[in-house]
């Protein structure tokens, strides 16, 4: 009885695997030269894929379900074994198990910096990075050009091969993204979903997919950033030449090589330059005589349906006013002949009646 058992236990009556981990992506079964039974028991869970290997050919592969392996069920496995008749004896076969659920814990980011021709700045240099993730959607194509007979291929394995291919691809899109820098930031969801769908395309060869792709970060050299800052702080002070005197008067008061008293002194003699300069333009004119003129009324010209103007009542005359020109000032709802216009009646009294015809 110690020999049947000894055999018996040789033979494999259950197949299957319990993933523990959470970077595996293939699993070859442990069978150490034991032979499967026929008509053993498959298991294959959700998010995975079985793939049975024959001599280092790849024979069947089983989706999510629970199988008994007969001939019936190994239709590629039992013309390769011979068969024909339904022999029901054990066989041996590598079982991998492949993982077909979604990987997230991938990351990605430029080593060296992305040359692109913004419309705005010029030529700049980018860097970027951010997150993505990857699934397995054909398992036998995995096998063939990536896993090989790897007992356990983990997603560090593949990891540096997806970088380079994102790297490689990531360039290209910004290159040729023809968008401006400072938009990128809003449009950052719609270049990672363009970017996976390529990505996607690219790794069909392989059996991989990239679902998910993600910009965390697009960032300019720090001299860059540092010009865009000062240009931010010119925008918000205004005007560059009191900018400037603003941060003279600053670095004079704050000046530590000089006397207290002295710093002091000029100091106030700073901030009072600073107060003039920053004065309306109007207070540093010379004091006029009287009152200054009344601004006159601008008026608009209609002629052949072409606007012209504005002009002032004097230019008006001599821009071809006659009683059946269109006119038309601020305040006027719309359009009127210049006859039905009372402010203009002294300039059509002198303004002379149109040629007769030759």
Do not use: C
Request: no cysteine; hydrophobic share 40%; aromatic share 8%.
């Amino acid at each position: 009885m110690a020999l049947f058992d000894k055999i018996r236990g040789e033979f494999i009556d259950i197949v299957e695997w319990l993933d523990d981990s959470r970077d595996t992506i293939v699993w070859r079964f442990p069978r150490h030269e034991n032979e499967i039974k026929m008509g053993a028991r498959l298991v294959v869970r959700e998010s995975q894929v079985a793939v049975f290997v024959n001599e280092g050919q790849i024979a069947d592969a089983f989706p999510p379900g629970t199988y008994t392996l007969e001939t019936r069920n190994l239709p590629i496995l039992s013309t390769l074994k011979g068969w024909k008749y339904g022999f029901h004896s054990p066989f041996k076969a590598e079982v991998y198990f492949v993982s077909t659920r979604q990987f997230t814990d991938f990351k990605w980011g430029t080593q060296n910096p992305v040359m692109v021709r913004d419309p705005e700045f010029g030529p700049v240099r980018l860097r970027a990075f951010g997150s993505y993730s990857a699934r397995v959607i054909d398992g036998r194509k995995l096998l063939v050009e990536l896993a090989g007979t790897d007992a356990q291929f983990r997603t560090e394995e593949v990891e540096g091969y997806l970088r380079q291919m994102i790297v490689g691809r990531l360039a290209h899109a910004l290159g040729t993204a023809n968008m401006p820098v400072l938009d990128m930031a809003a449009n950052q969801h719609a270049m990672g979903r363009q970017l996976a769908e390529v990505l996607t395309a690219d790794l069909a060869g392989v059996g991989i997919s990239v679902p998910n792709f993600t910009f965390e970060n697009i960032s300019l050299p720090p001299e860059v950033e540092e010009a865009l800052d000062k240009r931010s702080q010119m925008g918000i002070l205004g005007d560059l030449g009191q900018y400037a005197k603003f941060q003279a008067a600053n670095a004079l008061e704050n000046s530590g090589g000089v006397s207290e008293g002295m710093g002091l002194g000029m100091g106030i003699a700073a901030g009072q330059q600073m107060a003039a300069a920053l004065k309306p333009e109007q207070a540093q004119r010379p004091a006029q005589q009287g009152p200054p003129p009344l601004p006159q009324q601008q008026w608009f010209l209609g002629v052949d349906g072409e606007r012209r103007g504005p002009f002032d009542p004097a230019a008006l005359a001599g821009a071809g006013l006659t009683p059946a020109s269109l006119v038309w000032k601020a305040g006027m709802a719309q359009w009127a002949p210049a006859g039905d216009v009372p402010e203009l009646a002294s300039l059509l009294s002198s303004t002379p009646p149109p040629l007769p015809p030759s």
